[in-house]
Nanobody
Framework: QVQLVESGGGLVQAGGSLRLSCAASGRTFSSYAMGWFRQAPGKEREFVAAITWSAGRTNYADSVKGRFTISRDNAKNTVYLQMNSLQPEDTAVYYC???????????????WGQGTQVTVSS
């Protein structure tokens, strides 16, 4: 199994920035990619960004392109999500997840963290 722990969420004003971290432990050698998803109240969970551990290939949702950057530190088994120019519509619980493919859909991910709240005030 792979254990994932997110951190870095919080309250920020519109236009501000936050950096989320996701530390992976356990059978990480079987992991191919990591993704970030988010779920706002009353809405379905949606894909945000993903990255492969080896080559660093990335995918982003259109809604965050140019504002969010996903990166990884292989030595620390940690994935980051740098979020800039945050808007109230970015308010959600953010989850990191592990997959064997560079997936865009939540069912393509096997292991999930507990989530971290991001709140953007207007």
């Amino acid at each position: 199994q792979v254990q994932l722990v997110e951190s870095g969420g919080g309250l920020v004003q519109a236009g501000g920035s936050l950096r989320l971290s996701c530390a992976a432990s356990g059978r990480t050698f079987s992991s191919y990619a990591m993704g970030w998803f988010r779920q706002a109240p009353g809405k379905e969970r949606e894909f945000v960004a993903a990255i492969t551990w080896s080559a660093g290939r990335t995918n982003y949702a259109d809604s965050v392109k140019g504002r969010f950057t996903i990166s990884r530190d292989n030595a620390k088994n940690t994935v980051y999500l740098q979020m800039n120019s945050l808007q109230p519509e970015d308010t959600a619980v953010y989850y990191c997840a592990e997959s064997r493919i560079l997936g865009l859909r939540d069912y393509e991910y096997r292991y999930w963290g507990q989530g971290t709240q991001v709140t953007v005030s207007s």
